[in-house]
C-alpha cells in the first residue's frame, strides 16, 4: 500500500508553517480545506495550474505539516492538521483563515439611493 510521509507534530515548525503559507495558491488550498469536508480529493480542487504544479503545492504543504494526505484507491485525499497547527503555531492558521475568507468574501452590496 502506497502512504506518504509527514512530520510528527514536534517536527513542524513556525518557519516551516508561514514559509509554506507564504504562497497565495496554497493559502486557497488551506482555505478550501479549512471551509469544506474534513477530508477532499486532490483532483476536485479548481486550481489555475497544472497537474504537476497542484501537486508540488500539496507538497510543500504536506511537508510543512500543514496537511496530511492518503491514498483511498486511485484518489489522494487530502485534511488539514488543524490540532497539530494550533499545538506548534498557536494561532496562526486561525489569522490565515481570517485574512484569506475575508480577501475572497463577496463585495457588500450597494447602499440603496435615498
Known amino acids: 500500500m502506497r502512504t506518504f510521509e509527514h512530520p510528527e507534530r514536534d517536527e513542524i515548525t513556525l518557519d516551516g508553517v508561514l514559509s509554506a503559507l507564504a504562497d497565495p495558491l496554497r493559502r486557497t488550498i488551506v482555505r478550501q480545506l479549512a471551509d469544506g469536508p474534513e477530508e477532499q ?10 497537474a504537476s504544479t497542484r501537486t508540488h503545492h500539496f507538497r510543500v504543504l504536506r511537508e510543512a505539516g500543514i496537511i496530511s494526505q492518503r491514498y483511498e484507491g486511485t484518489a489522494i485525499l487530502s485534511s488539514l492538521r488543524a490540532d497539530d497547527l494550533a499545538e506548534s503555531a ?14 475572497h468574501a463577496p ?6 439611493a435615498r
Open 41 to 50: 480529493r486532490c483532483s476536485l480542487f479548481e486550481l489555475p495550474v497544472s
Open 90 to 103: 498557536p494561532g496562526v492558521l486561525d489569522a490565515i483563515l481570517t485574512a484569506e475568507r475575508r480577501a
Open 107 to 112: 463585495a457588500p452590496a450597494p447602499a440603496p
